[in-house]
């Protein structure tokens, strides 16, 4: 890609140089002057490079004594010849070589000879605006390209242009209607940004950097120097390009680039396996081996700019703490059924009431189960000895008939079969409520 000072037109085709013409002048018209008498090796070309008085270095002796006789007007009109001749080859010209402009009196004949003569070297990719011929008074402009990096519409690629400063770049390429930045290198040692290109040539031009748009009053200037004078730090992967502002000034826009490794931890859950235990049985189960959780490790590199995330890539990925199973025991043994079978003692399935008669019907009842359980029928002891109304063992229980739990008979079966009690034993069986009984 090349932006072209001139049009197409005036764009310079590769050529092969020409060795330095032995007379200034030789491309120019010459009008050669006719004698009566031809005389080899005169002319105003000759007569151009060599004094009269110089003697030739080719020809005849026998020659020279020839011219000798000439007349004085033909002489004279050849010496005439000659001058003028020599003037018409010199002539003035401008080269303005990249901006740098100079006046110049040459005796060139062509732009090629001028640019030979003055050391210009022209490539393929470069502009000069004119060529053949070279006239008196010509402005011959050159201009060498330069190969800069850009995004156009968002991708980076590298272009070449003859423009002389960022805005003209960056104008030339709008043109086309693409969005354009110019992306400095920070290759350059020290990490400068570089550019091949001063910013603008006269005029204002914007820094962005940090949140913040600073004005440069005179811009005719690097972009490394541009931040220098204004204070600007770069960073080791800060990002540096020159865009046109909405304003139509040319903008150095600075963008801060931080990648960091941000490292992250997730749990690895562990198994669990069983072992079967022939001595237990099969609702009872213990843990062999406790299980512990892995941790897996993620590292990832992430890229911000401007404190906005824009990539993010996996550097590793690893369990870095394995998880420990869990081993758990499981019986294999089948309870066995237990069968209750009621005392003879017990209550007839029919619900007939159990009786104690004789003379503990005629005793305080309720008192007595005040005192031992707070009048609560299905109550048991901290110890887990004494169960319901009148506090009964279980041996107690069964010796008077009872079956199961006392605290699981009903209220009226517990005072029955304490009544019972009583009438075997009397109210010792409650050394300190039965008094109760005689309230």
């Known amino acids: 890609m090349s932006t072209g000072f001139e049009p197409e ?6 050529h092969t140089r020409h060795a330095p013409h032995p007379v200034p002048g030789h491309l120019d018209g010459w009008s050669p002057v006719q004698f009566s008498t031809l005389i080899p090796g005169l002319s105003a070309r000759a007569r151009a490079t060599s004094s009269p008085d110089e003697s030739p270095t080719t020809g005849h002796r026998s020659g020279r004594a020839r011219i000798l006789p000439i007349t004085a007007a033909a002489a004279a009109l050849v010496l005439a010849g000659g001058t003028a001749a020599f003037a018409h080859a010199q002539k003035t010209v401008t080269l303005d070589v990249n901006g740098e402009v100079a006046q110049l009196s040459t005796f060139a004949g062509s732009v090629d000879g001028l640019l030979d003569d003055q050391g210009v070297v022209v490539g393929e990719r470069d502009v000069v605006s004119q060529s053949g011929a070279l006239r008196e008074g010509a402005e011959i402009v050159v201009r060498h ?8 519409d968002g991708q980076e690629t590298s272009v070449w242009t003859t423009a002389l400063t960022a805005d003209e770049a960056l104008d030339s390429l709008a043109a086309r209607g693409q969005s354009v930045a110019l992306v400095a290198s920070r290759s350059a040692a020290g990490g400068r940004p570089e550019l091949a290109l001063d910013l603008t040539l ?3 031009a914007d ?4 949140g913040t748009t600073l004005e440069v009053t005179d811009a005719d200037a ?4 541009v931040l220098g004078e204004l204070g600007v730090t770069l960073n080791a992967l800060d990002r540096v390009s020159v865009v046109q502002g909405a304003s139509g000034r040319v903008q150095v826009v600075v963008n801060r680039v931080v990648v960091q490794d941000v490292t992250s931890t997730q749990e690895v859950a562990f198994a669990s396996t ?4 022939a001595a237990r049985y099969t609702d009872q189960k213990r843990t062999l081996t406790a299980g512990v959780p892995g941790v897996r490790t993620l590292v990832e ?5 401007d404190g906005v995330e824009s990539g993010r890539v996996t550097v590793s990925d690893a369990v870095t703490q394995a998880p420990v199973d869990e081993v758990l025991s499981v019986g294999t043994k089948t309870r066995p059924v237990v069968v209750k079978t009621p005392s003879a003692a017990a209550p007839a399935a029919t619900g007939t009431p159990v009786t104690a008669g004789g003379d503990a019907d005629s005793l305080n009842w309720a008192a007595l189960a005040r005192c031992e359980s707070g009048g609560n029928p299905t109550i048991v002891s901290s110890n887990g000895l004494y169960y319901g109304l009148y506090q009964f063992s279980l041996s107690t229980w069964k010796g008077v008939g ?18 019972m009690l009583y009438n075997r034993s009397g109210a010792g069986q409650w050394p300190v409520c039965g008094k109760n009984l005689f309230s």
């Open 9 to 14: 037109a005036h764009r310079r085709v590769p």
């Open 145 to 152: 390209a330069h190969q800069v990096s850009v995004t156009v």
């Open 202 to 204: 006269h005029g204002p």
């Open 207 to 210: 820094v962005v950097v940090d």
């Open 222 to 225: 690097s972009v490394a120097q």
């Open 274 to 277: 069983t072992q079967q235990d």
């Open 301 to 305: 590199r992430v890229t911000t700019v």
């Open 402 to 419: 009872g079956a199961g739990l006392p605290s699981e008979a009903s209220p009226d079966e517990q005072t029955a079969r304490a009544k």
